[in-house]
């Protein structure tokens, strides 16, 4: 699925299960992400591996179809413990505007940040013209996700240090 992302200023959306974002996508996981993975499939599973340039973890592909190594008869094995990321699909958050003119999609969270949010009209549950107040869950996972990827961060540099 290749990504098409537009500024979010309220599309409605609903998962229709057809499993297209499971494929093709780096991603991202945070440290209690993995803690929690690890916890439910056992750490013989490998689910994840490093990307260096990035300082931490994505969900690892499978070979034969770059779905995700989680994904069963096209169903996510992992639904009700699944990475933070896959919980925001459709949607992307990002620090600031991908384009100086994206201002309608500025929210401010809780603590007080502005982010800018993109939804993806590749998933075909995003109603591109059905425009409806953004649900307050989203905001709220959009502040877990930064903590959770900043503790991460600091997370694997303090301890490639340690190693260094
Ligand atoms: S691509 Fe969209 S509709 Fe399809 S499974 Fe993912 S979130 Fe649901
Ligand atoms: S963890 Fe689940 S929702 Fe996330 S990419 Fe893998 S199969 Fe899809």
Redesign the pocket.
């Known amino acids: 699925m290749k990504e098409r992302l537009i500024p979010y200023t309220g599309q409605r959306y609903e998962c229709v299960m057809c499993g297209e ?2 494929h093709n ?1 780096a ?1 991202p996981l945070t440290k209690i992400d993995i803690d929690r993975l690890e916890h439910h499939l056992g750490e013989e599973v490998d689910f994840s591996e490093y990307l260096v340039n990035k300082g931490y973890f994505v ?1 690892s592909r499978r070979i034969w179809d770059n779905g ?1 190594v ?2 069963r008869d096209n169903k ?4 009700a413990i ?2 933070l990321v ?1 919980r925001l699909f459709p949607f992307a958050v990002y620090p600031a505007p991908e384009d100086p003119d994206d201002t309608e999609n500025a929210y401010t969270l809780a603590d007080g940040t502005v982010v800018y949010l993109y939804v993806d009209i590749a998933c075909p549950g995003v109603h591109i013209d059905e425009i409806v107040s953004p649900p307050s869950w989203l905001l709220s996972l959009v502040q877990r996700i930064r903590l959770e990827m900043a503790l991460t961060r600091f997370y694997y540099e303090d301890t490639q240090d340690n190693a260094d």
Do not use: N, T
């Not at 996510?76 to 639904?79: A, E, K, N, R, T």
């Open positions: 974002c499971c996508r991603v969900l995700c989680l994904l996510c094995s992992v639904h699944k990475p896959c």
